[in-house]
Every structure is written in structure tokens, then in C-alpha cells.
């Protein structure tokens, strides 16, 4: 999936919701009767009402520097285990820990207040006028799965400088502090557990628990690796991740699409009104080995047969369901011994399903 700029409206967009939270507003209405104007006051701590002609000549200042941005997304892209175009980056590899150092980098050069916690999510604060009030955030993530795109995540977190940095180019100075976060490990590609870094932010303490015994597939545990990147120094005790209730006002998340529904109507930017509720199943079969060539079909019990039969229920089950946007996936399927002479002992497969909410 490319991401088409479009004159820049994508990001934009990004620069219009955060300067929405900011004060900087198009909409015109009397805040005593609007609850919406009054909900974007409350966040803002601006009488967005009152500023009228503020709004206007802040807004025509606005310049997205497109042409660095996609430098800094093609830079990016290099730190990968697999060539280019493709990104392969996983969690507290040699190329994750120098992809987070270019984006801590980044934050330094936009004059951003850095710190990490103790799993690397990684936050880059712009201090605000009254920097008591509880700040804005935005951001996504930059871990990739094998052979992924660049975009995936980089645009939330390379876009959310950026427009800081227009804010910034254009003058304006916020009453609430701005804050760029990188959430360590979106994807669960090494661990098996998904959005790692904001769960453990919003306070999941059996996630938290859970880590202190989590192994990969090479038997490498969590706190281990976490160690080797540099995190995770305190033993067995992620509780310092866990925020406060009210450590912010507001997060809003650039994304790009990552189906072909937007480009297929030629639409450049699209609300999420839905989230995705994501489980996954490990499935072990067991059957009989022996060989392909002379075990007769009638005696067999095939693992391999099994598995193949469930990834086709899962098809199944998804296309009847009634539901256009339920989607189930077998993105693993293993066979034991793995040999074209042998009949499979043994099979793994690993299903993704996702029902909209």
C-alpha cells in the first residue's frame, strides 16, 4: 500500500485535528449552544469562539514540508532485516534499536523534551504555556512485520513530528503541551501479544505479570531482550509503565489505510468509526506418520489433512457469517516432519480472526 500525500491533505489532516485540540478551529459557533465546541474548549483550554481571525491567519500560515518527510520515511525504511522495498523490523532487534535512536533523534532536532519507559515506548514532548495541563498526544508505532510496506505505523509517527513542526514553523505556541509517542511493539510478531507498549500503559498488570515469564520462539524470554535493548532494567517490575488516570486530554492517531477500500473510491482520508477486536488460536493436530508411498489412503491419519480443513472451516465460518468486515486468517501452518515422502505426524496452525465492533 503507497501512500498518496494528495496535496498534502493527509497530513493535513493530522495538522487540522491536532490544531482542532490546540484552538485552531474553522468552526464558527457559539459555545453556549454547541456541546461539540464546548467539548473542543475543554480539551484546548481556548475560547475557540473568540478567535476568529487568530484561527484564519494561523491556518493560512500552515506549510507541510512533504519532500523531508518522505526522506525521513524512506530513511527509516533502511533499518530492516530484508531489503528494500520491503521492512522487516521486530521488537528489540539490532534494527528496532536503530530505528528508535533516528526517531529519538528526530524528536531532539524538533526540540522536543525526550524520555522512554522502562518497555521503550518512547515520547517527545512539545511544553505548552501551562504545561500543568494534561497534554495532547499523538502517535502510532514503527516495529514492522516480515515483509510489510513503510508506511505502516512510520506515517503516525513521522507525520505527528512534522506537524509539530509546522505548528512550530508557523509561530503558534500551545496552551496544553503536545506529545509525540512511539508505542513499543504494535505487532506480535516476536512475542505473540499485540500492542504490547499501550497496554502496558493503560495499566493491563496481568500483561505486566504475564512478561516476566514470556518467551519467544528461539526461547529467548521478553525481560531478556527487553535488556539487550537497553530497557527493562529494574528486575521483574514493569509497573513504571503503567500511567496515571488523566495523564492526557486527548490522542489522535494518523494511519494510513491498510485495505484497498479508500483508494478503490478515490477517497484520500477516512474516520475510524469502528475498532477491530482481534483474537488469535493456536491449533496442535496429532495424527500418524509413515511414508507417502506406502501407506494406502483408507489407513492414514493425516495431521496435515486436519489442519487443512480447518483454515478452510475458518473461510467458511467468516463468508457466512453475514458480517462484510469479520475477517479470519490461518497465517501459520506448520507440518511435522515437513518432507514430501513423509505423511505429517504432527501440524500447527495459528489463526487470526478479527469481528468489528
Not at 485552531?24 to 483550554?45: L, Q, V, W
Not at 507525520?159 to 508505542?183: D, T, Y
Not at 514493569?238 to 489505510?257: D, M, N, P, Q, R
Request: charged share 20%; hydrophobic share 40%; net charge negative.
Amino acid at each position: 500500500m503507497s501512500l498518496r500525500f494528495c496535496n498534502s491533505h493527509s497530513l493535513y489532516h493530522l495538522l487540522l485535528v491536532l490544531v482542532i485540540f490546540c484552538s485552531i478551529s474553522t468552526i464558527y459557533a457559539e459555545a453556549n449552544e454547541d456541546p461539540t465546541i464546548r467539548t473542543m474548549e475543554a480539551f484546548s483550554g481556548y475560547p475557540i469562539h473568540e478567535s476568529n481571525s487568530f484561527v484564519t491567519n494561523l491556518a493560512s500560515s500552515l506549510s507541510v514540508d512533504t519532500e523531508t518527510l518522505q526522506k525521513r520515511i524512506d530513511e527509516l525504511s533502511t533499518f530492516s532485516d530484508t531489503p528494500a522495498p520491503s521492512v522487516t523490523r521486530v521488537l528489540y532487534t539490532e534494527n528496532d534499536v536503530l530505528a528508535r535512536s533516528y526517531i529519538k533523534n528526530l524528536m531532539g532536532l524538533s526540540g522536543l523534551s525526550v524520555r522512554e519507559d522502562a518497555v521503550g515506548n518512547i515520547f517527545g514532548r512539545w511544553i505548552g504555556n501551562e504545561a500543568e495541563l494534561a497534554p495532547v498526544a499523538t502517535g502510532s508505532h514503527i516495529d514492522a512485520i516480515p515483509y510489510s510496506g513503510k508506511y505502516d505505523g512510520v506515517v503516525g509517527v513521522l507525520g505527528a513530528i512534522e506537524a509539530i513542526n509546522v505548528l512550530k514553523r508557523s509561530g503558534f505556541k500551545p496552551r496544553r503541551s503536545l506529545e509525540v509517542i512511539m508505542f513499543t511493539s504494535e505487532e506480535p510478531t516476536r512475542y505473540g501479544i499485540s500492542c504490547l507498549g499501550s497496554r502496558l500503559l493503560a495499566g493491563i498488570e496481568s500483561l505486566a505479570k504475564d512478561l516476566t515469564s514470556t518467551v519467544d520462539g528461539q526461547n529467548i524470554s521478553f525481560l531478556d531482550a527487553a535488556r539487550s535493548a537497553g530497557y527493562a532494567k529494574e528486575p521483574n517490575d514493569l509497573s513504571s509503565v503503567f500511567l496515571k488516570k488523566g495523564s492526557y486530554s486527548a490522542f489522535v492517531e494518523l494511519h494510513i489505510e491498510q485495505g484497498p477500500i479508500l483508494e478503490e473510491e478515490g477517497t484520500s482520508i477516512g474516520i475510524v468509526t469502528a475498532i477491530a477486536a482481534p483474537a488469535s488460536i493456536k491449533v496442535d493436530f496429532e495424527g500418524n506418520g509413515g511414508h507417502a508411498g506406502a501407506v494406502l489412503m483408507p489407513n492414514r491419519n493425516d495431521a496435515g489433512l486436519a489442519a487443512a480443513e480447518l483454515a478452510l472451516a475458518v473461510e467458511k465460518h467468516v463468508l457466512e457469517s453475514g458480517s462484510i468486515d469479520t475477517v479470519g486468517t490461518v497465517g501459520i501452518l506448520e507440518l511435522h516432519p515437513g518432507a514430501i515422502n513423509s505423511i505429517p505426524s504432527k501440524s500447527h496452525l495459528e489463526i487470526g480472526y478479527r469481528q468489528w465492533a
